[in-house]
């Protein structure tokens, strides 16, 4: 049977149709026959495009993260202060939830599912560079008397909680504080820079101004 539909933009609406699936329902839960319908094709025009429902997951997962892992990478190599680095991350992975506000839970709940199949698709199953590469900048301000002594393991699940606490916790906080999305946004703005002050407080000696 033809299927009617315009195939040059099939693939964007199956794409888009399977993250805000994939993302309400986790995995386990998405269903194809979902997707096709949200997009408005038949299913044999999607097992078209994408054979079977991993695939189809994979590809919205690694695209959450195709750019934001390697520019982190690139920023952390590159960037000689410490303290520098921790205000582009922080910049950074904050940046990425505000674009997709859905992924943080998405990510909690995919992760406690299969936390390998999460490492394999966001780390192409390598021990990740990018917290290679922080450690090593750590350490280094550490010897150069920058920072106080801290495990790089607290380090980093400060830095992480402290950016991804707020979309989690985001329905509840709205609720107990009673504010708007726009109020949301606008604290999320200045918390990129709030996080990065605490979390530079919180471990610089006294000899850094």
Known sequence: MAVHVDESHARTRILEAARQEFFKKGY??????????????????????????????????????????????????????????????VQAYISLMQAQPSLPLFLFHEINKDADRVFKLIFNNEQPTMLLQLKQKLDIAQKGNQIKPIRFEQFVMNMMSMCIFPFLAKPMMQRVMNFSEQDFDEMMEHRKQQVADFLIDAIKTNNIQ
């Not at 997962?61 to 690139?74: G, T």
């Not at 590159?78 to 205000?87: A, L, M, Y």
């Open 28 to 89: 386990e839960g998405a269903r194809m026959q979902a997707i096709a319908d949200a997009a408005g094709i038949n299913k044999a025009l999607l097992h078209y495009y994408f054979n079977n429902k991993e695939t189809l997951f994979n590809e919205i997962f690694e695209a959450s993260f195709r750019k934001f892992i390697p520019h982190v990478e690139e920023m952390i190599v590159n960037e000689k202060d410490f303290f520098t680095i921790i205000r582009k991350f």
